[in-house]
């Protein structure tokens, strides 16, 4: 069926993160326009005006681009081949092809991190031959200690494309178990604490950063976040800045995450870079004077971005993953809502283990109460106590 008339929006794909897009958008007035692959996704769900198409074909982002003012995205899995074919049609992209280029690719990443004098962990890239590849893996261990970090360049997400490898014994089978994405081998942190830390930008440049965040991750997924992190000033301030540099260098219109280790003696490194709204920043729906979501979508309409402020001292998001029974979080929902405070955010999607399926914020006065409600809520979400 052909859209009807021309969304102000349009945001391709249609999980939590553009289901929280279509909440902030009523506020604003706005029904964006979704690229759905299926129609039970959980934005497409709550968003009256859906095209059912797959992300990755050209066609289908072409049928979205075209019909709408200006087009964002939830998710980084789309070809910059066809993004950068969308804009010499004219389509209005934000955050645009360029950024995404830099964005989808950890090397590129890297690069631009080193380029700007940002520090980032030790890397390099590595060749695409496997015998050649877990050379390189233990040329990199030797020069700078193990264990060692491969990834995936491309395509990774809650930690899957990461791999420790703790000694040369283990390098072959890390290097097969990768498949034939292109890897890149970075040094092992040590790491204290991880941080993460969110600005926003319009097209003219105005920027707004939120504070910083300590983020939790268990497995390689970010199971906790709590706002603010409890860090010295410099190291706010070094990654604040780091956000804005970069947020600059990749012409950013949209909502940039970036994910930041620290170690025990408080060297900071800068892990990784998401142009999108992010897990990390899912507490300043209740938490922030105005949330990543309504200033994403501000950013890419080009309209004054809000204040980032927290509206309490302490904030806790703890993210609900399909417990291993295979569990739906909803069967928990009453006990997680006499939790006093807790603000509960359900994706509505299929439960499985492990996967990301919903989340609940707490705020207050007390750091140490804030995080057992936050905590007690979304265990009584999947189950537990
Ligand atoms: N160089 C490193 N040294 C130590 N731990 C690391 C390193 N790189 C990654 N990790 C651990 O693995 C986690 C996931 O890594 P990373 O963020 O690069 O992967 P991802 O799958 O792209 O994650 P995301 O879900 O954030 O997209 C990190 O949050 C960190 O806990
Ligand atoms: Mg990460």
């Not at 934005?43 to 797959?54: F, R």
């Not at 690069?111 to 990199?140: C, K």
């Amino acid at each position: 069926v052909a859209p009807v008339g021309r969304a102000a929006v349009g945001i391709v794909g249609a999980g939590q993160l553009a289901r929280m897009l279509c909440q902030a958008a009523v506020g604003l007035g706005i029904t964006p326009r979704l690229l759905a692959a299926v129609a039970d996704d959980s934005a497409a769900l709550v968003d009256p005006d859906v095209l059912l198409g797959d992300p990755g074909s050209l066609d289908a982002l072409r049928a979205l681009a075209s019909t709408c003012a200006v087009t964002t995205f939830d998710h980084e899995l789309v070809d910059p081949e066809h993004l950068v074919a969308l804009e010499a049609e004219g389509h209005v992209l934000r955050p645009g092809a360029a950024t995404a280029a830099v964005v989808v690719d950890k090397r590129r990443q890297r690069e631009l991190i080193r380029d700007l004098g940002i520090v980032g962990p030790i890397w390099r890239a590595l060749p695409n031959d496997a015998g050649e590849a877990a050379a390189g893996v233990r040329a990199h261990g030797g020069e700078h200690g193990w264990p060692v970090v491969l990834k995936a360049a491309r395509g990774g997400y809650d930690g899957r494309g990461v791999r420790v490898v703790a000694g040369p014994s283990e390098v072959d089978g890390a290097v097969a178990s990768m498949g034939a994405a292109p890897l890149l081998v970075e040094e092992g942190i040590d790491i204290a604490f991880e941080i993460a830390v969110q600005v926003v930008r319009r097209p003219g440049g105005e920027m707004v950063v939120y504070p910083v965040v300590e983020t939790v991750q268990r497995d390689g997924i970010c199971v906790e976040v709590v706002a603010p992190a409890a860090v010295e000033w410099e190291v706010a301030l070094l990654a604040e800045g780091a956000a804005r540099r970069l947020a600059e260098a990749i012409d950013l219109v949209g909502l940039l995450a970036v994910e930041l280790f620290v170690d025990p003696h408080g060297r900071v490194t800068v892990n990784e870079l998401a142009v999108r709204p992010h897990n990390s920043a899912h507490h300043t729906i209740e938490a922030c004077e105005t949330s990543q979501f309504e200033n994403h979508l501000r950013a890419v309409l080009d309209l004054p971005l809000g204040a980032t402020t927290l509206r309490a001292p302490h904030a806790v998001m703890v993210n609900v993953l399909g417990p291993p029974d295979g569990s739906d979080p909803a069967d928990g929902l009453a006990r997680a809502l006499a939790v006093p405070g807790a603000h509960v955010h359900l994706y509505a999607k299929g439960a499985k283990a492990g996967r990301k399926l919903g989340h609940v914020t707490v705020c207050g006065d007390d750091a140490d109460d804030v995080r057992a409600r936050a905590r007690r809520a979304a265990g009584a979400l999947v189950g537990e106590g």
